[in-house]
T-cell receptor, first 109, second 112 residues
Framework: GQNIDQPTEMTATEGAIVQINCTYQ??????LFWYQQHAGEAPTFLSY????GLEEKGRFSSFLSRSKGYSYLLLKELQMKDSASYLC??????????FGKGTSLLVTP | TAGITQAPTSQILAAGRSMTLRCTQD?????MYWYRQDLGLGLRLIHY???????GKGEVPDGYSVSRANTDDFPLTLASAVPSQTSVYFC???????????FGPGTRLTVL
């Protein structure tokens, strides 16, 4: 079975840094993805980790520890447009993605 | 390049009626997926296809069927819709060997 946990909601201030955590227990592991989803829109790809460590892409970074079943998404220099849901997903031994329920991030002025 | 298209954008359907949600991709991806997204439950996999001619069941397949006659198209059929199938449906595709999943714009379905 799959169990992917992330906080339901977070609030942060414009210009700040926020870390969104994700823990997982899955029957197989072929990578961890982070997606961003604005209200009423489709999810869009942010990052992919398959090896332990930090992947940096502009203002967004993602970290993975496979031994701990743990990942986080780090957003720096927050902007109002970063208000969205952030979805953690694990690719299992097949090719399907198993999604967490998402973290709704609100960025305030 | 269109990427992934879905049709219709939204639909209101009477319970008991059948409907097919269409999904087409032009990226020649081998793998395609159907998810439903419900408030508080996140994205849940309904059916998937790793390559043309094959399909598999996801987490919530009951009440839905799919076919994959060719690489580009992956329709989702509700044979007899029920109100619990009210949801937003997303189609996605991915290169078989990994990488990101690309999502279509979604179909908002209401079953009354």
């Amino acid at each position: 079975g799959q169990n992917i946990d992330q906080p339901t909601e977070m609030t942060a201030t414009e210009g700040a840094i926020v870390q969104i955590n994700c823990t997982y227990q899955t029957s197989g592991f072929n990578g961890l993805f982070w997606y961003q989803q604005h209200a009423g829109e489709a999810p869009t790809f942010l990052s992919y980790n398959v090896l332990d460590g930090l992947e940096e892409k502009g203002r967004f970074s993602s970290f993975l520890s496979r031994s701990k079943g743990y990942s986080y998404l780090l957003l720096k220099e927050l902007q109002m447009k970063d208000s969205a849901s952030y979805l953690c997903a694990v690719k299992d031994s097949g090719y399907a993605l198993n999604f967490g329920k998402g973290t709704s991030l609100l960025v305030t002025p | 390049t269109a990427g992934i298209t879905q049709a219709p954008t939204s639909q209101i359907l009477a319970a008991g009626r059948s409907m097919t949600l269409r999904c087409t991709q032009d990226m020649r991806h081998n793998a395609m997926y159907w998810y439903r997204q419900d408030l508080g439950l996140g994205l849940r996999l309904i059916h998937y296809s790793n390559t043309a001619g094959t399909t598999g069941k996801g987490e919530v397949p009951d009440g839905y069927s799919v076919s994959r006659a060719n690489t580009d198209d992956f329709p989702l059929t509700l044979a007899s819709a029920v109100p619990s199938q009210t949801s937003v449906y997303f189609c996605a595709s991915m290169e078989r060997e990994g990488g990101e999943q690309f999502f279509g714009p979604g179909t908002r379905l209401t079953v009354l």
